[in-house]
């Protein structure tokens, strides 16, 4: 997973024209406004009612949240600065990336949390209070970072070891490869990536099919769990597709040479906007809890008199 598709559009040969380049970048920030809108008012929702941060589901999906909003203003951010700047100091590249990177790692590692929670509440429902507590909910969130940063982490470690004093100092386009361009780090990559994906498929797939054969499976519970697993599957589905952006791209350029900007915007779209688009519509409208509080805040549709702190 990088942020490479955040840039990409301009590290080729046919460079935009000016309309176009003003258009694909009023999008993209319409688009994470919008997006980041709709999570900020899922984030002041959850900390103002006690029944939501006192829940571990609940605090699994703001952690999921969080994550998204980096995720989104720091790609926004490179995308624009490869317009306006187009070349920026390595040791701010490297920053941004890091933070971008840790992000978009925790991802899948949160995906897979939430749905053993939702296997734990279904098929072990009377256990669920005792396995499932904000303490060992939040230890779990630190057990995220912490594997992420195992993950990340040594990419710095290796740049630094490997690369000259100068090389810091100098300007780059901003992309992962750019700032970590050691080939072990790419070897590195992507066999952590295969490790983390057989483990979070696994689980997903896993959980699910736990819950279809629980006895409780004609419940109405058991039925929206299967639902929320198999949007978190395809959520993952679409986090996955930047495993398969590089031979993508080139399959792209080969095919529309002269349309290859556009059809990379349309990557960056699908790749890093759509699935933070996901969260909100899983929990922001699906649940029936959240939607009845969120829409206060929102759509700004109620009154303080009548707001009720749980």
């Known amino acids: 997973m990088n942020v490479s598709s955040a840039n990409v559009t301009v590290v080729i040969a046919y460079r935009d024209s ?25 984030i002041h929702t959850f900390r103002k009612h006690q029944i939501f941060y006192m829940n571990p589901r609940y605090i699994l999906f703001i952690h999921l949240v969080v994550n998204d909003m980096i995720q989104v203003m720091l790609t926004v951010m490179l ?38 929670e939702c296997y734990i509440a279904i098929c072990l429902p009377l256990r669920h209070v005792q396995l499932c507590t904000v303490k060992r909910t939040l230890m779990l969130i630190g057990l995220i970072w912490v594997t992420s940063m195992l993950s990340v982490l040594p990419d710095l470690f290796i740049t630094l070891a490997t690369e000259p004093l100068d090389f810091f ?30 483990i979070v498929w696994f689980v997903i797939f896993y959980t699910y099919f736990r819950i279809l054969f629980t006895a409780k499976t004609a419940s109405k519970d058991a039925k929206k769990a299967r639902n ?3 949007l978190h599957g395809f959520q993952l589905l679409l986090c996955m597709a930047t495993y398969v952006e590089p031979p993508v791209k080139q399959a792209l350029q080969q095919a529309f040479p002269k349309n290859y900007p556009d059809t990379l915007f349309a990557c960056y779209i699908i790749i890093q906007v759509l699935p933070r688009s996901i969260s909100p519509i899983i929990y922001g409208i ?5 939607r009845k509080y969120l829409k206060r805040y929102v759509f700004c549709s109620m009154s303080p008199q009548k707001e009720s702190v749980q």
């Open 286 to 290: 699906r649940d029936k809890t959240f």
């Open 79 to 116: 995308f624009i600065i490869s317009y306006i700047l187009y070349k920026i100091n390595v040791s701010v590249c490297c920053t941004f990336i890091l933070i971008a990177l840790f992000a978009t790692e925790n991802t899948p590692l949160n995906l897979a949390c939430m749905a053993v």
């Open 169 to 198: 100092h100098s300007r780059v386009f901003c992309l992962r490869e750019t700032a970590f361009r050691n080939p072990q780090i790419i070897k590195k990559r992507d066999i952590t990536y295969i490790v983390y994906l057989v």
């Open 228 to 230: 929320t697993i198999i």
């Open 18 to 42: 000016f309309t176009k380049a003003v258009t694909k970048n009023v999008i993209v920030v319409v688009l994470s406004i919008s997006i980041n809108y709709i999570n900020a008012g899922l």
